[in-house]
């Protein structure tokens, strides 16, 4: 089953207080707030070092909310 990108908007909540500078965020938050490109496209950005790479907590990426805001303040190049 593909979930487009504007279910996946559905799913995802950008929280009142963001960013928090205290808080880490997954994929799904980093694509809301990027404005919704396509998963692949994300890959994309990640791997050609347009995006910062995240933090590993297991076998899940996580990004402080705060480096969130910065990449999307800073626009993908």
């Known amino acids: 089953m ?4 504007s279910e996946r908007a559905s ?3 950008i929280p009142a207080d963001f960013p928090h ?3 880490l965020a997954g994929r799904d938050l980093f694509i809301a707030i990027l404005g919704e490109p396509s998963p692949a ?3 994309r950005w ?3 070092g347009k995006l910062p790479k995240p933090r590993k907590l297991g076998s899940r990426n996580r990004w ?3 480096i969130i805001a910065a990449a999307r ?4 190049a």
Do not use: K, M, N
């Open 64 to 66: 402080p909310e705060t």
């Open 2 to 5: 593909t979930i487009h990108a």
């Open 73 to 76: 303040d800073s626009g993908i």
């Open 41 to 43: 496209t994300f890959a």
């Open 46 to 48: 990640l791997a050609e």
């Open 21 to 23: 500078p205290q808080r």
């Open 11 to 13: 799913r995802v909540q």
